[in-house]
């Protein structure tokens, strides 16, 4: 079971605490990502996309492949996909992709490429990576 993935959603699903767009939102992601965090969820596959992906699915602001905020997404995805170098079509293992966010994501990059994501002011995702990069 493949799992669709746009490239701001690697860290997004790294940082992910239980909230979100609305209930159905949340509970698909949280079943996404107790998958991932479970034993053996490092072996799962997951494909890079340049559209709504498995999380979007049932987000009220998706409409077919793209999102009703597009412009804001895109600045994300582009931002995500060039530090994690991410392209679209290519596959990867769960465990692949958090090795990569080692590889690769740094906290000034993080500041960088989140600036325009509401959730960034909350603090957890800095304080994940933080803690996850260490």
């Given at each position: 079971m493949t799992i669709t993935f746009r490239p701001h959603h690697f860290l997004c699903t790294l940082c992910f605490r239980g909230k979100g767009h609305s209930p159905d939102f949340i509970r698909n992601y949280k079943k996404i990502h107790k998958n991932l965090f479970a034993t053996g969820g490092d072996i799962i596959p997951i494909e890079v996309v340049a559209h709504t992906d498995a999380i979007c699915e049932p987000c009220p602001n998706k409409q077919n492949l793209?999102?009703?905020?597009?412009?804001?997404?895109?600045?994300?995805?582009?931002?995500?996909?060039?530090?994690?170098?991410?392209?679209?079509?290519?596959?990867?293992t769960w465990g692949e992709a958090k090795q990569r966010i080692k590889d690769h994501m740094t906290l000034p990059a993080f500041h960088r490429i989140c600036e325009s994501c509401s959730w960034k002011q909350y603090g957890a995702c800095?304080?994940?990576?933080?803690?996850?990069?260490?």
């Open positions: 793209l999102c009703k905020v597009q412009e804001k997404i895109n600045v994300l995805d582009k931002g995500h996909a060039e530090v994690l170098q991410l392209i679209p079509g290519e596959q990867l800095e304080k994940v990576l933080t803690e996850f990069l260490s």
